[in-house]
């Protein structure tokens, strides 16, 4: 009904103008409820109008606003409106079958697919427009661009809402389509409102989302905006936590910049962060609650991919020392840990030697570090050279350290070595792990050696270490193949089944049912 009085009008005001068609959307809009097709046949009425009509700035207000309440899409609209090169047009001609026409807005939803060149030139969006696509489309949006267009035109014509802006971040952070530039941009933003208000940042941005930004920077390499994230943190009193400076240093390993990088080593270092810091194992930004592939010290020394730059790395790490800056032993470990994974020995060893005349002490860690330049069929001896070296300075190994020299001895065929070294693992006060086992196990199954294995399963079950029964089922089936009796070894499966368990009371109980028949059947050596 209110489009039939609106068209009878329409008859009587030719040659029609924008400002009424204005009127009636306006009119529409104020109402609860409205029709899908008045507003389909007010926009093919502007399509087909003569002589032509332009939509102005209030027009695609309302046919937003209109969009936006019924779950429609108003991209197109937005792009028709700026000009932006993947928007030409929205209706196109449609012809006088209604079908065609109600499937208006289907072809509004798709963007230009079937739209006709406009040569009217881009409007300039009324802020209440930007406003309402920032609060109810931006936010769920996946078109970076789209959504980046929206928020420049917002914060440009009009005063946004410092919370709206902050939520917005919480989003941008998190979506990979919105590159961490224009992330960054928000923030500047926000942080220029808040200055403006005299109103406190940081208690609307989390640190979460800084970290989320973070590392996206360190996955992209963009330590130029990482850092610009930072000192925008700081600038706010906004602590430097492990987290951060974790996420800083990766940025600065993928972007290849070596000396910030182990300047940041040294900061984490004086701040306490790196005090029990493993490289060996993964590290978790507890914040987002992401796991790296690496710990960041170890891609640190991955990044050291040749002598020249592990070269590039001692040498500003000297030179801090001359300037009389610190220098850990967490950086000195880095450089003897890209030089063991080069393959280059000697250079980690004489970097190992130089460690007093830099002011630091060698740690267990240290030559744990230096053990991986053992690794190999052609180094015999060298990773025995480096545990006499290491107990006769006084440093005592740990379970890694145990872990190296044994896998080390069986690669070399030395089991007599490996069990030497598996036997000292309880006089050093290290637990005895499942994984010193395997290698001599699988080793000596492989070789037929039925006494090694009876060993090494009973050692494991006088040791509290169960050893799972498909890996005791491929030793069966290696010393089969060799010929040899193994029903003792299969009795003792189910006792490492049972140790292998979360029962206090089956730990306690299998200790004792070793059978003595099975330790009198085999004469271990």
Known sequence: VLFRSFDTCVEQLRPLSISVVDSYLEVLTRRNHFSQQ????????????????????????????????????????????????????????????????????????????????????????????????????VPHSRDAAFAFSVASMAFATGKVDKQAMADL???????DEVSPEQCLWLLLQLELRCVYEQAPMMHLVQKTHLAQLLLRCAKSGDASTAERVLSLAERHLTPKTSDLLALMLWCYTQAEQIEKA??????????????????FKRYVVEGIGYTMDRHFLMSLADSLSSKELVDKAYYHMEARYKRGQSVSVHSLDVIVLACSKIGDEARAAETLQSYHSLGTQ???????????????KRKVSFHRTVFEAMI????Q?????????????????????????????????????????FPILERAGRAGDLDTVFRMCKYALDSDVGIDSVVLGHVIKNLREHGCDTSTIQE???????????????????????????AQSITVE
């Not at 060698?362 to 190999?376: D, E, H, I, M, Q």
């Not at 006769?392 to 440093?395: A, H, N, T, V």
């Open 169 to 175: 971040f919480s989003v941008w952070s998190a979506n």
């Open 492 to 518: 003792m499966v189910p006792l490492h089944d049972q140790l292998r368990s979360r029962s206090k009371s089956a730990r306690k109980r299998v200790r004792h049912e070793v059978p003595a028949s099975n």
């Open 262 to 279: 182990f300047d940041t080593v040294e900061l984490m270092a004086r701040k306490g962060f790196l005090n029990n810091a493993d490289p």
């Open 38 to 137: 008045d507003v389909v046949n007010a926009m093919q009425l502007i399509e087909e109008s003569t002589p032509a009509l332009n939509k102005s700035p209030l027009t695609y207000l309302y046919l937003i606003e209109m969009h936006v309440r019924m779950g429609k899409d108003p991209k197109a609209l937005w792009n028709e409106m700026c000009k932006r090169p993947e928007a030409e047009g929205l209706l196109g001609k449609f012809s006088e079958n209604p079908k065609d026409r109600l499937g208006a807005l289907e072809t509004l939803e798709g963007g230009s697919e079937h739209a006709s060149s406009s040569s009217a030139p881009p409007l300039e969006p009324l802020f209440a427009a930007s406003k309402l696509l920032l609060h109810n489309v």
């Open 397 to 437: 190994p740990n379970s890694f350290t145990f872990k190296l020299l044994i896998r080390q001895s069986v690669l070399n065929e030395n089991i007599v070595e490996a069990i030497e070294f598996l036997e000292m693992v309880p006089t050093f006060g290290a637990r005895t792990e499942v994984e010193f086992i």
């Open 392 to 395: 006769k300075e006084g440093i």
């Open 362 to 376: 060698v740690r267990t860690t240290s030559y744990n570090c230096l053990l991986l330049a053992a690794a190999g």
